[in-house]
């Protein structure tokens, strides 16, 4: 089922998530319509806070970019109860957008390699240095288990520049092609 994503400005998005309880009955279908959602919103990433739930669930697809990034064809996992617990100290700037904050893209520099702990959809625990583009992503997608969305991460400066897009998204205006859930309808 596809869920709406909520929108810059709901609480929920704002909360630190709590771990999940690994349960395959209680954690497939959810995991089943994020997917789903993820698909119809064209994204590469979800985080459950995004559909209104504050755990620590995040499903990620980078298939669709496999043309350009072939090391990722098929790539598409599942992360429960994901924490970052390093960093490395080189960064890299790179444009990001998040489907909770449709229309605003920014440069955000992040760490380039970062050091995880998750359980997959096996429940089996993980442990692991990440780098790359997969790194940036999780590091995105994490953000928002921990509260945090992309624009915490860019100047005071820019985010003047996108006041007004926020301060729609606050009063329940938002174009886009996917179902969404906003604080006010507009």
């Not at 955000?108 to 442990?127: A, G, K, L, M, Q």
């Not at 240095?129 to 992309?150: I, N």
């Not at 400066?157 to 606050?170: E, G, H, I």
Request: with cysteine.
């Amino acid at each position: 089922m596809k869920l709406p994503i909520y929108i810059y400005g709901m609480p929920v998005l704002r909360e630190v998530a709590q771990d999940v309880e690994l349960n395959h009955d209680v954690l497939d279908p959810l995991v089943k319509d994020m997917y789903e959602t993820l698909e119809a919103s064209n994204g590469v990433g979800l985080a459950a806070p995004q559909i209104g739930k504050s755990i620590r669930v995040v499903v990620i697809d980078l298939d669709i970019l496999s043309d350009d990034l072939p090391e990722y064809k098929g790539f598409r996992h599942v992360y429960f109860n994901a924490h970052i617990h390093e960093t490395n100290d080189e960064t890299e700037t790179m444009e990001e957008g998040c489907l909770s904050l449709p229309g605003i893209s920014e440069s955000v520099t992040r760490p380039t390699r970062i050091r995880v702990s998750y359980d997959d959809e096996n429940f089996i625990h993980h442990d692991e240095w990440v780098e790359g583009y997969l790194a940036r992503v999780m590091q995105h997608e994490f953000d928002h288990l921990e509260g945090r969305m992309f624009i915490d991460h860019i100047s005071t400066f820019r985010k003047q520049m996108n006041k007004s897009k926020l301060l729609a998204f606050l009063k329940g205006k938002t174009h886009c092609s996917y179902k969404v859930k906003t604080v006010k309808k507009a």
